[in-house]
């Protein structure tokens, strides 16, 4: 108690306080006489007959909740059995404000506290949170129920906090740093939770290198729910997944199915970290973790399947998506402040995970892996079992690169859209010219047909125009910005540029995923300046999931008459 008071306010939501009792350290109990429910703000007020004076104290309350059927906060989740027969588990989605719901508390990410759990659950039905079991006894009171103890937790957030009531069968291993890894199934199938633990465990080493922060609880749990809102949810230590999102049948499930789950095992994994380790100060913030976790993923993924070749999936799948979103006239800047919590599943959207996926991984580029782990490490080594803004992170990351990160990244996360680039160069391509709308700071990526997979130049685009000098480029040679399709912008080339194009595409010697980006960059052109719409649907329909590289090249022959009208931002060679 900061402030002498005779009430107390918390977050309740359809929960019926019995009793509660305030006692000060070394001074007899004084119990709460009203109750006051503010249910539209899922508040309660407990009153008290006299003053509760500066100092700490031992807050009790008795209450009654609800096992609801509203897939959030304590609920029910409905299976079958191998026999047919209809059953319930008990479990918990918590976040964003729904901790409330399963016990009164202060539910809000910034108010952190250790959490010391103990569950009375029928003996035959496996029990789970956050932490290890310390301890199984009977029930004095029922022979058919047992008590279980877990450990405590670490410093966290409510929104993080997890229990689960159920059958389930397990698979078991230990990650090579000693963390014992289970992944929970329903019952019967617990060969479908084997691809997942192989995934984790491999993972949380991965994390482990990159950040140099160790995974700090002994175990790690991830399980299986039949009736589950989300794809999942980071519960530290008890990470819970629908089960499309965590299981695999080893006979019947296809590759895209296992790279699902190997990317959601590295999303909600990435979280015990960057999430819960550091939690965001505020659900301002709530793009960053998930923005964050989306791009983290794929890296995770690329590095324990190489074969996936999973960056281009990322382009397909993330980064087109969140720019077809971001160019409408309805989309929303990155970061979004939020006021009262009920905004907060407003920005659960693509804009928040691939935008910010997408951004972050142009970050990640711009800064270089070395530095960016650095400044990771710096961040979660500073702020560990804490809150921080996204302000934060951009210090840390500006610190280990020397680089204008926080000047840079403002310009990406606080307004909505992306700049659209227009590039022209000389006949002998050793100079160019860039000009583009002056309100981002763009990092641009120039490669050429000497080396396609290495960029011959880095440059920040800070002005609205820029010449730049390449060095050493010969007349045959083709130039091209965005390597990797890794900078959020659109490029519009000169007919000349675009025409010198065309042979990196028909050999293939232009990577797939700038391809990819190329053929996007021109369809959403020509959509703008031409009623091409028919056209556009006709293409994509062959297309399909490959890119056939003579369609791309019509695509780019019949573009050339038409470059030219868009001059949102210019780039020129010479």
């Known amino acids: 108690v900061r402030q002498a008071t005779n009430q107390i306010v918390m977050n309740c939501a359809d929960i019926d306080i019995i009793t509660a009792s305030y006692a000060p350290e070394g001074d007899e109990e004084i119990h709460a006489t009203g109750f006051n429910y503010q249910n539209e703000d899922e508040k309660v007020t407990l009153s008290f007959p006299s003053t509760l004076q500066t100092g700490t104290g ?223 100060e505020w659900w301002t913030h709530l793009w960053l973790n998930e923005g964050f976790a989306s791009w983290i993923e794929y890296l995770c993924v690329d590095h324990c399947f190489p074969e996936y070749d999973i960056w281009t999936q990322f382009v397909s799948a993330d980064y087109t998506r969140a720019q077809e979103l971001d160019a409408l006239d309805n989309s929303h800047p990155i970061e979004v402040s939020v006021g009262h919590p009920s905004e907060v599943d407003e920005i659960f959207d693509a804009i928040s995970y691939s935008k910010g996926a997408s951004v972050i991984r142009m970050l990640h580029d711009y800064i270089g892996d070395k530095d960016f782990k650095k400044g990771m490490n710096m961040y979660l080594t500073k702020f560990q079992q804490k809150n921080a803004a996204t302000e934060d992170l951009w210090e840390s990351l500006e610190n280990a690169s020397g680089k204008p990160i926080a000047a840079v990244m403002n310009t990406w996360t606080k307004q909505m859209g992306f700049p659209l680039i227009y590039v022209e160069a000389e006949q002998d391509k050793v100079n160019f010219q860039v000009f583009y709308c002056p309100q981002w700071m763009v990092p641009i990526t120039i490669s050429t047909s000497e080396d396609p997979n290495q960029a011959k130049l880095k440059i920040l685009m800070d002005k609205p125009e820029m010449n730049v000098v390449l060095k050493n480029v010969k007349s045959d040679q083709w130039v091209k910005l965005n390597l990797g399709t890794v900078g959020f912008y659109r490029t519009q080339y000169s007919s000349a540029m675009l025409e010198s194009l065309l042979p990196g595409i028909r050999d293939l010697s232009l990577p797939p995923v700038d391809r990819l980006g190329l053929q996007n960059d021109l369809f959403s052109l020509l959509h703008k300046q031409a009623d091409m719409q028919e056209e556009k649907n006709r293409i994509e329909r062959v297309l399909g999931a490959t890119l056939l590289p003579e369609l791309i090249q019509k695509v780019l022959t019949f573009a050339l008459s038409l470059t030219g009208s868009c001059s949102h931002s210019r780039i020129k060679f010479y």
């Open 58 to 280: 031992t807050l009790k309350i008795d209450f009654v909740g609800e096992l609801n059927d509203k897939m959030k906060g304590f609920y029910r989740s409905k299976y079958t059995t191998p026999s047919g027969e209809v059953r319930y588990a008990a479990v918990t989605q918590f976040e964003a404000t729904d901790a409330r719901r399963a016990f009164p508390c202060w539910d809000e990410p910034a108010i952190k506290a250790t959490f010391d759990i103990s569950l009375v659950v029928p003996k035959d039905r496996v029990a789970l949170s956050n932490m290890n079991v310390i301890d199984r006894k009977p029930y004095p009171d029922d022979e058919n129920l047992v008590e279980v103890k877990f450990a405590r937790t670490p410093v966290m957030s409510t929104y993080l906090v997890a229990f689960v009531v159920g059958e389930y069968d397990f698979v078991e291993t230990r990650s090579k740093d000693g963390v014992c890894v289970r992944v929970y199934t329903p019952v019967g199938k617990a060969e479908q939770g084997k691809f997942a633990l192989e995934v984790a465990a491999k993972t949380l080493p991965f994390y482990k290198d990159y950040f140099n922060v160790p995974y700090p609880l002994p175990k790690i749990d991830l399980i299986a729910i039949a009736d589950f809102a989300a794809g999942a949810m980071e519960n530290w230590g008890l990470v819970t997944y629908r089960e499309t999102a965590l299981l695999i049948d080893p006979k019947n499930s296809c590759s895209s199915s296992r790279q699902w789950v190997a990317l959601v095992v590295g999303h909600e994994l990435a979280h015990q970290w960057f999430g819960n380790l550091v939690t965001m």
